[in-house]
Nanobody, 116 residues
Framework: QVQLVESGGGLVQPGGSLRLSCAASGFNFRVYIMRWYRQAPGKERELVATITATGGSTNYADSVKGRFTISRDDVENTVYLQMNSLKPEDTAVYYC?????????WGQGTQVTVSS
């Protein structure tokens, strides 16, 4: 059974940090491209960060470049999103996504709220 389970969300003040985790199971994690998306209320889902199967290449949305870092652990089958210098506009539900060939898996999401 394929599972992607996100954790690490919560309430943080502007300028603070959070580290999201996404634990994967039920598929060959190491061959999958892993992505983090987010969706704020009333807005479309946005691609935030991508990491290739080897972990050798990453890509970020302009809005998070220099503040967020995506990484993966192919032993623990987990992908991370380190979020620093958080802003109120980062408030959203963050989703983990695994993509390879015809397979496209999603987690249930974790809420991140940036507010004073």
């Amino acid at each position: 059974q394929v599972q992607l389970v996100e954790s690490g969300g919560g309430l943080v003040q502007p300028g603070g940090s959070l580290r999201l985790s996404c634990a994967a199971s039920g598929f060959n994690f190491r061959v999958y491209i892993m992505r983090w998306y987010r969706q704020a209320p009333g807005k479309e889902r946005e691609l935030v960060a991508t990491i290739t199967a080897t972990g050798g290449s990453t890509n970020y949305a302009d809005s998070v470049k220099g503040r967020f870092t995506i990484s993966r652990d192919d032993v623990e089958n987990t992908v991370y999103l380190q979020m620093n210098s958080l802003k109120p506009e980062d408030t959203a539900v963050y989703y983990c996504n695994a993509f390879w060939w015809r397979n496209d898996f999603w987690g249930q999401g974790t809420q991140v709220t940036v507010s004073s």
